[in-house]
């Protein structure tokens, strides 16, 4: 897209209460705007970025067999009471509100409830299961304190997944290829180096055996212990001597890390079925209850920990498979000749598939490289009255200080 | 998709408090759930449609120079008290809650004011201008009643876009090209037939100068007069010997029809820009208002006309552009070469670029044929014992009730 054809403008003020780093960058450079405390929109380079990430996860849940649905934001108190997690004394994040007739009703921060009462109406025998279901929804969490930016917020994007088995053994096998199709998923949106998988319960299986993907960043906020070959991390919760004794580790060998939780996996046993009456027959013609697992990503909170690990103190600089666009083609100089080879290049690069923002606009070349350093995007083409001349190109890219002048071809071929 | 790993079941039974035909089969064929008097989560089929709509929408949009953003459905009582449209006695549709310090929000009924007010940030001269932007949000509005099914929802996906113009004339520019480009969306959508662009001020270019895109069907809460050439229609407000006399046309050449709003445009003019702060740099350097349209379509609503206008006393019957998938496959038989031959029909239909709904359970031919027809793909490819004998396929379009026996080859050639 030509950029003087993006409405959004780098910035260089942010908002007086913007404290954390993804935030200040992200406004910055015009990838979300901020609304009010722990509230953001998100703005188009946002919204190719948070796209970008949606495809990825999407592929990956699609992997593991599980379909999309898109659940109600309105969520009903009956509903919510009969597991007990309506009350605000037990779920300290509703947002709550009243239709005219008084009826109260809350607003979506979590879907186990009523995705568990909407299988009651498919479910019926152990053929109609396993069922494995995702979304990618608006969640509302009236948290205290909303800080760290976009990674918490008081309103975000979520992939929720739910699985439905007819036993824990089967459960197990999803939960276990699930773990995997989660590493797959932060290794592709190059955040597979910094992730650990952490078990918030120690190895130890339980109703809330759980696991956690760490991202090691300087914002996070929970702390980990990362052992020093770089494979084994444990949560601060299980980091005891019970648990280096069991997996046979020394203390020593371990070093505390800042991190941000960028995934979990819960296992829920059977009593929110059973609590919402999801049974089924088992081929004996026994009654059961339907054994539950759920699986968050949140996607929103994955572009602010992007933001936070891959920046510097020239602005963000996205990993390619999560880059609003291929390819910064910035054009300096207006003379003709200039002008229409920019043009060309810009339309070379699109018949190639790529997906190009095309600084087309007449600034100073300062200007132009300070944007192109704060938006981030990965690769650099630069054209102006010198390298066409030479119908040559400038080739730099945003994680190298050097450049170099290759010709088109030369170009297309490194991308 | 093999409809065996479809976790949707049909259903012979509808919420007792139904009583719109839109709903009904929808909820019947699994393509939503109702969670409450209008509330209803999308399922897998249902998202399909929707997601068809959006793409045939977000084209359409792009096509007159649109962007894509996603604002937050959480409000701030201060914008929206400079407009005046905060108080309840103003707007009667809010849902609104208080964080836990007792600031009260708002939930996002529709987002001219958070837009007009992001611009500030983005818009100070006329070289920033005009500027297109849409959104697919998650509209939440208190109705009174909630009736129509889908049709009217206290919560609804919505396709809005805002534009910001210099002036009238390039603001009307816009308005027209829109009109066309709305034109095309419903005919994708298969209503072209049946939507008149109906203007709700009769003509006369006001403040608020709109039109409405209005498709004849019984569900519709609102009534137009549709000349008898077929290319004129007119609100119930302007329908009126004014406005007959001004189009030089006869009053008994209308006919009345019930019809539903699916589209709407709106001319605001520069107050609310000028209340919110947005001006811009004319280029002799006067500071004035940016002028602001605005632009509906409801897309979960559109599905339930869809389901209205294209439906028959045995399911729906989707125009192919909105379908879920392009053909429904229905095995009957289990024996080895049947269901191999299905199998392969079944791959090479994917492989030759086709969406499959692939009827591979064990019931009988009757409740198969009645399971197809609720959910109502436009074409059925049948594959029994019997065809397989002859290397044949029985095909049937869902809008026909004769079918006929062909080869595969030539059943790919007709699709």
Redesign the interface.
Known sequence: ?RQS?????T?KEIPSDETSKNAELLIRA?FI?K??AG??????LG?MV?SKIKQIVSEEMKSV?S??????????KELWEKTDRWNDEKVDVW???Q??NGTE?G?GWSHEE?ITS??T???KSYN?LP?Y?HQFQ?K?R?E?RAKAGIMRC??FIMKDMYSYSTNEEEHMNFYNKTIEAYKKVFERVGLGGNTFVTSASGGVFTDKFSHEFQTICDAGEDNIYVHKDGKLALNEEVFNDKTLADLNVEKSDFEMKKAAEVGNIFTFGTKKCEELGLYFNDSDGEKKGVFLGSYGIGITRLMGVLAEVFSDDKGLSWPKEVSPFHVHLVRLGVNGTTVSFADKVYDDLKSNGFTVLYDDRDLRAGEKFADSDLIGIPVRFVISDKTVAEEKIEVKKRKESESEVVSLDVALKNL
């Open positions: 897209m054809q993006l409405f959004t403008k910035r015009g705007h609304e009010q509230v953001y929109s998100i703005l188009p919204l948070v067999g379909t999309e649905l898109l659940m109600s934001s309105l969520q009903s947002f709550k509100s239709l005219k009703v607003f009523p909407l299988m109406y498919h479910v109609d069922v279901v608006n509302l009236n205290v008081r309103e």
